[in-house]
């Protein structure tokens, strides 16, 4: 009896964990990467032992090893390593140098290689994560429950491992097959494997069309996935079931889990005075639970157990888009960094053409990150992107480094170590017939729901319209009226007394856009002797409003003009759709009132004046 109920629980909780751990996920991760691509360019090299430097100097023992292939990491050399002891290992070694551009190492071609893999596991599911440049996530779920009771087909299976067996992959392979004839065909075993021969099939279609090999790993969730992945690597895939998590996690350090990489998986192991994976079970979801909180806790008690509710998001493209340069001694002068932040402004600006082009989608968020000597990191964010031309991002990457430093002219009071300026969620790209009207009416939705926004940039919003005086009653018209002072509206200071286009009355809702800043620069007086006056050193007139304005605002000044012009246009089209759509409303209700009713005579009205309620009296 206890036999046969220690087996009935047993199955049961068999049972509970195949419930749990039902999906079937797949990590793809490229072999050596950006090797490959390089070789790709130079086939002579395949097979070869291949180091790729970040740069070609010789300072210090030349510049690190960014990436190794497998020929050369067999002969010892390690990523990190300087050029001198590269060759030091041997003198076989190819070295290869990144491609660069504007001073910092160009990955044009490594993202156009990224995409055709991508494109290609994007055809074989619909749930599919690109995780990084090299390596994604695919959710084969529904694409294996519709192959579920089919055999297992061997020849798919090349180079396959299960986690936790010894041997080579045929024998596994044959050990593991065997299980499986006593498994339901709805186990989740049986679900892997099948999983395992679609990914394999995958593989063989990335090394057909692009030539680059790759290696998975597939389990129930993105952890174990991960983790097997690098199990066998290159150009294999690795099994892990909810059983073996355990046999994997003995030969894993804890800071090789996802998310257990950094300061927090530091600090676990310090608290808890563990090393490897496996270790982590010891504790109870309690004792988790009264170190690290309810959440973090709960998530720490599944992940040691290899369970992980994380869902795999379908997202093909990156979430934003960043240009960063490393300054190891450090940059202080304001030339300096002015001309490292217009390069990395340009390489924004072309891979944001590329986005607009190729994925249809436009930024609406500029970001940029610095690493300072005495300020440490910081970050700043502007939640509205005006534009993703050159001028735009320049001023807002300047903006961020005026919040952040004071300069004197010549030098910033802090050095910067790291330089990273990026923009984020994306949004759909308008159409070409009306790019810049949408643009200018999404930024108007987005500025009067926004706390905070650019200090020069305009809003759009109308300011409040003056109410309609009432209309006068009939005894008004024998009312003494008095003189009233007719109030003129408010002149911003340093304006003329003369008016004129840009800044009367009717104009006024351009003024209310403006910031301080720009109203100075609008409303700067022209001096005493008018248009005739002689203009001041470093200023000149703007051609649409004869105002004196400084010249690097100049084409700030324009731009106002041009978006106040745009602006007009808007709200002219949008009054006449509106009022196009309210007479083909009311017509179309005096037509149905009218249809079946004869028009009601309309009642005579007699003209009455003052004298004929005397006379009722």
């Known amino acids: 009896r206890i036999q046969i109920l220690f087996e009935f629980r047993m199955s049961e909780l068999k049972d509970t964990i195949e419930d749990r751990n039902e999906r079937v996920v797949a990590l793809i991760d490229m072999d050596c990467f950006f090797c490959q691509v390089m070789i790709r360019q130079q086939p002579e090299l395949k097979g070869k032992p291949v180091v790729i430097l970040q740069y070609s100097d010789t300072i210090d023992g030349g510049s690190s090893a960014i990436a190794v292939s497998y020929e050369a990491r067999a002969l010892g050399v390690k990523r990190g ?9 041997s003198k076989d070694i190819t070295l290869l140098v990144m491609p660069h551009n504007r001073k910092k190492a160009d990955l044009s071609i490594f993202r156009a290689a990224s995409s055709e893999v991508m494109a290609i596991f994007a055809k074989h599911s619909n ?11 695919i959710d084969i779920t529904k694409n294996i429950e519709k192959q579920v009771g089919l055999p297992i087909n061997k020849t798919k299976l090349m180079n396959t491992y299960i986690a936790g067996f010894e041997g080579s992959s045929s024998e596994q392979i044959d050990a593991w097959r065997s299980s499986l004839a006593m498994d339901t065909p709805n186990s989740i075993d049986y679900k892997l494997t099948l999983g395992a021969a679609l990914v394999n ?36 895939l690795t099994i892990i079931t909810p059983e073996n998590t355990q046999l994997l996690y003995e030969k894993i350090n804890l800071s090789k889990i996802r998310n257990f990489g950094g300061k927090f998986g530091q600090q676990l192991k310090a608290d808890l005075g563990i090393e490897l994976a496996s270790e982590l079970v010891r504790f109870s979801q309690a004792e988790l639970v009264s170190k690290y909180g309810d959440k973090t806790g709960v998530w720490l008690y599944g992940i040691a157990r290899g369970h992980d509710d994380e869902e795999v998001k379908a997202r093909n493209l990156v979430k934003a888009t960043n240009c960063a340069k490393n300054f190891p001694q450090g940059i202080y002068k304001v030339s300096v960094v002015e001309q490292w932040v217009k390069d990395l402004v340009e390489e924004l600006e072309e891979r944001l053409a590329f986005e607009r082009m190729d994925n249809k989608r436009i930024p609406t968020q500029f970001h940029a990150h610095l690493r300072l ?10 939640p509205q992107v005006p534009g993703t031309d050159f001028n735009t991002l320049y001023r807002l990457a300047m903006r961020c480094l005026n919040k952040k430093l004071n300069t004197n002219g010549e030098v910033y009071s802090d050095k910067i170590f790291m330089l990273s300026l990026g923009v984020g969620k994306f949004i759909p790209a308008p159409s070409e017939k009306s790019d810049i009207m949408n643009m200018l009416k999404v930024s108007s939705n987005r500025a009067s729901t926004s706390s905070t ?154 003209s009455k004046d003052i004298s004929t309620f005397f006379k009722k009296s």
């Open 81 to 89: 390593m300087r050029k001198k002891e590269c060759l030091e290992v």
């Open 127 to 137: 749930i599919f994560e690109r995780a990084s440049i090299d390596e994604a996530y």
């Open 201 to 236: 099939d995958i593989r063989r279609e990335v090394l057909r069309e692009t030539g680059f090999t790759c290696s998975a790993g597939i389990g129930t969730n993105k952890i174990v996935a991960k983790l097997a992945a690098g199990t066998h690597k290159p150009n294999s």
């Open 373 to 382: 000597g005495v300020g440490g990191s910081c970050s700043i964010q502007f």
């Open 453 to 606: 926004c650019l200090e020069d940039e305009m809003d759009h919003q109308k300011p409040p319209q003056p109410k309609p005086l009432p209309k006068p009653s009939y005894f008004d018209r024998y009312k003494q009226v008095e003189p009233v002072e007719h109030v003129e509206t408010p002149v911003p200071p340093g304006a003329t007394g003369t008016t004129n286009a840009a800044h009367t009355g009717k104009e006024n809702s351009g003024w209310n856009t403006l910031s301080e800043q720009d109203k100075q620069i609008m409303m700067a007086p022209m001096g005493g002797g008018g248009a005739t006056a002689a203009m001041t050193v470093g200023r000149t007139k703007c051609p649409v409003c004869n105002k004196t304005v400084e010249e690097a605002k100049l084409s700030e000044h324009l731009d106002f003009h041009t978006a106040l012009s745009l602006q007009r246009q808007i709200e002219s089209e949008l009054r006449g759709e509106v009022n196009q759509r309210r007479k083909n409303t009311q017509g179309k209700r005096n037509s149905d009132s009218t249809k079946d009713k004869k028009p009601a005579k309309k009642p005579k009205l007699q």
